[in-house]
């Protein structure tokens, strides 16, 4: 009897471990449907199963699911392209259409001129043509200005830091370097060379640039790199540019932060503490101000009814957010009565925070029963990185897959499979609020063994240990007028540097009505 029990009890996970193409046709093009498709290609399926799967694919970019698809397709055309995107040496390739497939900049850096040309004669890729010329030419800038702004800063962005370390760090004259700021890529190019020590040339000649052509972001960049050259009065002007043309709270308030740091001025931490944003900057100034952040609440109204959505549900939550998108502001506040019940707790708060033009921030803590155990520190530690990775939204996924509360990746939770007693049978447990806080704790306490501080773990959890671990020993956390805060800014990876501090000052309530 046991034996019966136990084998029922396997085909019970394997069925839940499955997806069908039925299921498949049963759902709407989006997001999730291309992570269900991702995981049936993985199953045992038909080639003309994984056929039928792949033409209801919503990101035809998304190499993840291209990948598995070319594994399981007899479509030669498809294997072909695969072959021809994993190609090392182009030289070999004789069909144009495998070439341009197979081309990267990167691929061709140690070829010699003759050998590019010889590239150049078989493409039919403008772009890729234009990239090829460009390896080719001196490095100078007499040799690039040939070329469009948009074609030099692609070059620039894509060939690698030993490429650009060894044979593009140039002098380039004002007239050249502003030439450039009509391309949208010139934010990538100033942050590269802001952040790339080594580019020292680079770095003196965008002490030419002129900011008014540019975005925000390129704009504070240029100002970090004349605080490096010790050009404090050029610094700042290049911050409150930034802050004039800030399309975001952060930004702005970023470039306010740091004209009070250049300026030890307390009339910005003043202009700062009127922020409507919660973040590093603004708590900072609270601090330093001795005033309490008041605009956030931690519990709203609720009542007792169950909703029929599930959160859970990836699918659910598109519609939710579909019906978010396509509401005005007034309507989003009728949205949030209709999400008031108790298992819909994230969702309303979501709404609420978009309903006020995010002046008023939800910092609610739903999930406590999953955190049995912890600390206080290492609760909020978990509530912190919850809130900057999903909005506490447990079905939600990005574009690289990663899923749920915290935004575990799936090579991550395959890897912890391995080391927990009980683990899920399918990615699709992940959306799980349970499940997923139990795999990112086991994550965490990995991470704390070498990571001692909390600020540090963030940064890791968003840019991987190795990526931190790599800059924290590069010695780029020093000593300095403008430390911690200008390391923090330098940090290459952006994703890591915007994990707001939890939890607020004073503890609030924002009723509904309000």
Not at 1 to 17: D, G, N, P, T
Not at 32 to 58: C, G, H, R
Not at 264 to 280: A, F, R
Not at 400 to 421: C, D, H, R, W, Y
């Amino acid at each position: 009897m046991l034996r019966i029990l136990l084998f029922l009890l396997l085909i019970s996970v394997f069925v839940y471990a499955e997806i069908s193409l039925e299921y498949l046709n049963s759902k709407p093009k989006s997001r999730s449907k291309d992570f269900m498709i991702w995981q049936y290609l993985n199953q045992n399926i038909t080639p003309e199963q994984a056929d039928a799967a792949y033409e209801q694919v919503d990101s035809i970019r998304n190499n993840k699911i291209f990948y598995r698809y070319a594994k399981k397709t007899k479509k030669q055309k498809i294997k072909q392209k695969l072959r021809c995107s994993k190609t090392r040496n182009l030289l070999d390739i004789k069909d144009a259409e495998c070439l341009n497939i197979a081309y990267h900049p990167k691929k061709t850096i140690n070829y010699s001129k003759k050998q590019r040309k010889k590239l150049i004669n078989k493409l039919n890729d403008e772009n890729s043509i234009c990239m090829l010329k460009l390896q080719n030419e001196p490095n100078s800038q007499q040799a690039y200005v040939k070329y469009s702004a948009d074609s030099f800063l692609e070059f620039f962005n894509k060939v690698g830091y030993r490429y650009r370390n060894k044979k593009l760090n140039i002098q380039l004259n004002k007239k050249f370097i502003d030439s450039l700021s009509c391309s949208s890529r010139a934010r990538q190019f100033i942050k590269t060379i802001v952040n790339t020590k080594s580019l020292y040339n680079l770095q003196k000649s965008l002490l030419l640039a002129n900011g008014e052509f540019l975005d925000s972001r390129a704009n504070f960049f240029l100002g970090l790199n004349h605080l490096n050259y010790k050009n404090k009065a050029k610094a700042m002007d290049f911050f409150l540019l930034s802050q004039e043309k800030a399309l975001t709270k952060i930004d702005r308030d970023k470039s306010i932060f740091w004209q009070y740091l250049v300026s030890k001025n307390k009339k910005y931490l003043l202009k700062l503490v009127k922020s409507t944003d919660i973040n590093i900057y603004s708590l900072y100034s609270s601090e330093m101000m001795h005033t309490s952040t008041r605009n956030y609440f931690y519990k709203m109204d609720t009542d007792k009814n169950v909703s029929p959505i599930n959160l859970n549900n990836p699918f659910h939550w598109d519609k939710i957010h579909e019906e978010i998108k396509n509401a005005s502001q007034n309507d989003l506040f009728i949205l949030a009565k209709k999400y008031k019940q108790e298992n819909m707790l994230p969702a309303q708060a979501y709404i609420l925070q978009k309903a006020s033009q995010y002046r008023m921030h939800g910092y609610l803590m739903p999930y406590d029963e999953y955190l049995k155990g912890l600390s206080n520190d290492d609760k909020a530690v978990v509530y912190a990185l919850m809130r900057q990775e999903s909005q506490l939204i447990p079905s939600a996924l990005s574009y690289s897959f990663a899923q749920g509360l915290m935004q575990m990746m799936p090579f991550v939770t395959n890897s912890i499979s391995k080391e927990i007693k009980n683990p899920i049978s399918s990615l699709n447990e992940m959306f799980e609020p349970k499940n997923n806080l139990r795999y990112a704790r086991h994550h965490l306490r990995w991470m704390k063994r070498s990571l001692y501080h909390p600020l540090f773990i963030a940064y890791a959890y968003n840019g991987g240990i190795g990526f931190f671990k790599s800059y924290l020993m590069s010695g780029k956390f020093g000593k300095g007028e403008f430390e911690p805060f200008l390391s923090m800014e330098m940090m290459s990876n952006t994703e890591c540097k915007y994990a707001h501090t939890w939890p607020p000052v004073r503890i609030n309530t924002w009723p509904l009505e309000c």
